[in-house]
């Protein structure tokens, strides 16, 4: 399985002669990805920054940058939100969520954009653990073991978790359109895990409102929720393959590996939660039943 | 609707039990729902065919509860299941 991006040169984004039969919307109610179908499968559009379309079978993205909009957008919004969509064509389980590996298991950090995903992922690898994904967690089962594939080796951050965690020199791809957001490249400075590692611990990330740092068992029908949530998927309105997606979210939920987790965000606390984790995520035979 | 009938599931609506609870999935709008686990058996029972009255007999052997609560609670659920058109009643 793979998938092959295609850019062609800038086009203007004229309107389509049909409607789009979903969207992604921001909680301020602007439009952020519109989806059509096509005859050949499907469109999805980034108002002003790009369109992109996605053959049936996930195979091959197509991209159109809208004019004056950078080569780095388009790599940005391919890595990060259309792949995971394509990668769910080919029957790739693909989740809103950051990974890390820590001693030799995979621990997975689920939650809503701005949740500390990728704060999380960067602080383990600048401090002695190694990242599998910033976002776009792809899951694959190997031999009945749900195990972590890594993904792009870069991790995206705030200019103040940046500054707060990026101590060393660590190269910057070059800056895109829609987001003062940097994405790091891993390196020396920031440690990537190439190989796949087993799924041990998904941490549902809290809201930060918690006093104190918090970790607690998510129950499995929660956990489901949860996970179908955050799942990338391509199309929803596909009864065949939602009924498929729905069976693979639940035996991912049957897993013993839940936990809500919530801590005050504040960087400095950042070594004690990652002792935490660490203690947690290992304290395990490493052994699922 | 009354005791007396039996509550049937549509293909469109796929249900399955995780731990003690069950979530459903109603593949026409695309959305998820739970249900506790007294819901679940509630689901489980209707699901095997079971009338509302039958259903009740059973879980009057099963749980702590006067035949009248249960009822009560038996109906309110199968209504907000039928609102939201994740089970018919009927053959």
């Known amino acids: 399985m793979s998938v092959t991006l295609q850019t062609q040169p800038a086009r203007p984004q004229n309107p389509l002669t049909v409607a789009p039969f979903h969207q992604w919307i921001f909680p301020d109610g602007t439009e952020w990805t519109l989806f ?22 996930g195979g091959v993205i197509t991209a159109w940058p809208a004019p004056g909009v950078s080569a780095a957008t388009v790599e940005h919004l391919h890595l990060n939100q259309v792949l995971p969509l394509a990668l769910s064509r080919q029957g790739r389980l693909v989740l809103h969520a950051s990974a890390v590996e ?29 990242f599998l994904t910033d976002d776009g967690l792809q899951l694959e089962w190997l031999d009945g073991q749900c195990c972590i594939t890594p993904s792009h080796p870069s991790v995206r951050l705030w200019e103040d978790s940046q500054a707060a965690l990026i101590s060393q020199a660590v190269a910057l791809a070059p800056a895109v359109d829609f987001t003062p957001k940097a994405r790091l490249l891993a390196g020396d400075g920031l440690a990537f895990c190439d190989r796949q ?15 104190s740092l918090t970790i607690e068992p ?30 693979e979210m639940v035996r991912l939920a049957e897993l013993p590996i839940y936990y809500r987790l919530d801590y005050p965000r504040r960087f400095e606390d950042l070594p004690r939660v990652r002792a935490a984790i660490v203690r947690h995520a290992t304290e395990d035979p490493d052994e699922l039943p | 609707m009354n005791l007396s009938d039996k509550v049937t599931i549509p293909a469109q609506v796929m249900a399955r039990t995780v731990g003690d609870e069950t979530v459903i999935l109603d593949l026409a709008s695309g959305t998820y729902y739970g249900l ?19 259903l009740c007999g059973q879980m009057l052997d099963e749980y702590e509860v006067t ?15 039928l609102d939201k058109q994740l089970v018919r009643v009927g053959a």
């Open chain 2, 36 to 54: 506790d686990p007294v819901g679940a058996r509630i689901w489980q029972l209707m699901s095997e065919g079971q009338s509302l009255a039958q």
């Open chain 2, 67 to 81: 035949r009248e609560n249960l009822e009560r609670d038996v109906l309110a659920l199968v209504q907000t299941l």
């Open chain 1, 218 to 247: 998510v129950r499995p029908a929660q956990a489901l929720l949860e996970l179908v949530k955050n799942s990338f998927l391509l199309d929803i309105k596909e009864k065949d393959l939602l009924a498929w997606h729905f069976d």
């Open chain 1, 36 to 57: 059509y179908r096509l005859a050949s499968g499907y469109l999805l559009r980034f108002a002003d920054l790009a369109d992109f379309s996605v053959t049936l079978d």
């Open chain 1, 197 to 211: 590692q087993p799924l041990r611990r998904v941490y549902f990330l809290g809201d930060g409102t918690s006093p």
């Open chain 1, 102 to 130: 820590i001693k030799g298991r995979g621990v997975a950090f689920i939650g809503e954009s701005g949740r500390g995903k990728s704060t999380l992922a960067a602080s383990f690898a600048t401090s002695g653990a190694r």
